[in-house]
């Protein structure tokens, strides 16, 4: 039994009760985030901005919907703090977005490769990229992974459950610790993880404006 299932056997009747139940466990998953390695991943998208390096996002279901919103928070979130038409933000490309791209690839290929594919266009030298995935085991952000990696690039891995066989693939493993089947907290901590990452960029855009 998940934690999931034991809030709703105890609070199921009581909907306000499941309420504060599900938010207290989300606290203790916040709490036993490494934020080491959250760290780590900022130092890592701070160098792409730095370097002009392009960060890739990429995800499936609810995490395709999170890589959308990493794309959007990064680069035009960040963007709006400063008053420095020079400053540089954080160029980041959500490979989620094109609906085209994505069945054109599915189609002509194979579901597989639909980020694999992008990713052998848009790769340069130096390049980051983020997969989230709760399960770390689909094949279309695994293949993704590797070659990145293989190519030399850094890869940052937003997970759940065990971390699945994406934990030991990518260079910065940032796992949401839970049984196996809680997707909707994993994917709700990978939120807040972005939120964290994006509010600390702005203050550092901010920092380089003399503003803060």
Same mark, same amino acid.
């Given at each position: 039994?998940?934690?999931?299932?034991?809030?709703? +056997?105890?609070?199921?009747?009581?909907?306000?009760?499941?309420?504060?139940?599900?938010? /207290?466990?989300?606290?203790?998953? !916040?709490?036993?985030?490494?934020?080491?390695?959250?760290?780590?991943?900022?130092?890592?998208?701070?160098?792409?901005?730095q370097n002009?390096?392009?960060?890739?996002?990429?995800?499936?279901?609810?995490?395709?919907?999170?890589?959308?919103?990493?794309?959007?928070?990064?680069?035009?979130?960040? !963007?709006?703090?400063?008053?420095?038409?020079? /400053?540089?933000?954080?160029?980041?490309?959500a490979l989620?977005?094109? !609906?085209?791209?994505?069945?054109?690839?599915?189609?002509?290929?194979?579901?597989?490769?639909?980020?694999?594919?992008?990713?052998?266009?848009?790769?340069?030298?130096?390049?980051?990229?983020?997969?989230?995935?709760?399960?770390? /085991?689909?094949?279309? !952000?695994?293949?993704?992974?590797?070659?990145?990696?293989? +190519?030399?690039?850094?890869?940052?891995?937003?997970?759940g459950?065990?971390?699945?066989?994406?934990?030991?693939?990518?260079?910065?493993p940032?796992?949401?610790?839970?049984?196996?089947?809680?997707?909707?907290?994993?994917?709700?901590?990978?939120?807040?993880?972005?939120?964290?990452?994006?509010?600390?960029?702005?203050?550092?855009?901010?920092?380089?404006?003399?503003?803060?």
């Amino acid at each position: 039994m998940n934690n999931l299932d034991k809030i709703y +056997q105890e609070k199921g009747l009581d909907p306000a009760g499941f309420s504060l139940g599900y938010v /207290n466990h989300l606290v203790t998953l !916040l709490q036993a985030l490494d934020h080491e390695k959250v760290g780590e991943c900022i130092n890592i998208l701070e160098e792409a901005r730095q370097n002009d390096q392009t960060i890739f996002v990429i995800g499936n279901g609810g995490s395709a919907s999170t890589a959308s919103h990493i794309g959007n928070d990064f680069g035009l979130c960040v !963007l709006k703090k400063s008053n420095k038409p020079e /400053n540089k933000s954080y160029r980041a490309l959500a490979l989620t977005d094109n !609906l085209s791209v994505i069945s054109a690839i599915g189609n002509d290929s194979t579901f597989e490769n639909v980020f694999l594919d992008q990713l052998k266009v848009h790769f340069r030298k130096g390049d980051k990229l983020i997969v989230i995935s709760a399960s770390g /085991n689909s094949p279309n !952000l695994v293949v993704a992974a590797e070659w990145f990696k293989q +190519q030399g690039g850094t890869v940052m891995g937003w997970l759940g459950f065990d971390g699945g066989k994406l934990k030991d693939i990518v260079q910065v493993p940032v796992v949401v610790s839970t049984p196996k089947g809680e997707y909707a907290p994993v994917e709700d901590v990978h939120l807040v993880i972005n939120h964290i990452i994006v509010t600390w960029m702005q203050y550092n855009i901010m920092k380089e404006d003399g503003l803060v």
